[in-house]
């Protein structure tokens, strides 16, 4: 853990397994951010039980707002564009990367049936465990790009 990220930790009362997300302060400034939390946002992790279900990639399940932009063996890199009232199934993500490029609007329906809304702002980036869950647009045009790792 960086100096940085334990002193925002000790100011914000959260700990290093809270989620976190970053607003860029501009292009030239790409480097500098403001650290936001989102407070357990903690969505099932996987289990064998999970694997067997065999749940659809999100590229298969919404193949109309996941485009992938690139792949090799090391990332995928996926683009997600949706508009309100947009709706994937259930889809499972590895561990990801999501950097919004519009402000993002959305529910999260986890794979145990549990509900987060999270309002994003434009230029905010966040890690993201693996996970299964579908995704809604509450409201406006959601412009997102997922890096997952492999």
Do not use: C
């Not at 951010?33 to 992790?45: G, K």
């Not at 993500?93 to 145990?112: Q, S, W």
């Not at 299964?132 to 647009?137: A, I, L, P, R, Y």
Request: net charge negative; aromatic share 6%; no cysteine.
């Amino acid at each position: 853990m960086t100096a940085a990220r334990a002193l925002a930790d000790r100011e914000s009362g959260t700990t290093s397994d809270d989620i976190e997300i970053h607003r860029a302060a501009g292009p030239a400034d790409i480097t500098q951010h403001e650290p936001h939390y989102v407070p357990d946002f903690a969505r099932p992790r996987f289990t064998s039980n999970d694997q067997e279900r065999k749940i659809a990639d999100a590229v298969a399940a919404a193949p109309d707002l996941y485009t992938v932009i690139e792949e090799n063996d090391r990332v995928r890199i996926l683009m997600y564009v949706g508009g309100t009232g947009s709706k994937s199934e259930m889809h499972e993500h590895p561990d990801l990367v999501a950097i919004a490029l519009t402000d993002a609007h959305v529910r999260f329906t986890l794979g145990n049936g549990e509900t987060r809304e999270l309002e994003i702002p434009a230029g905010a980036a966040m890690f993201d465990p693996a996970a299964w869950h579908s995704t809604e647009v509450l409201s406006g045009e959601s412009r997102v790009i997922l890096v997952e790792l492999k």
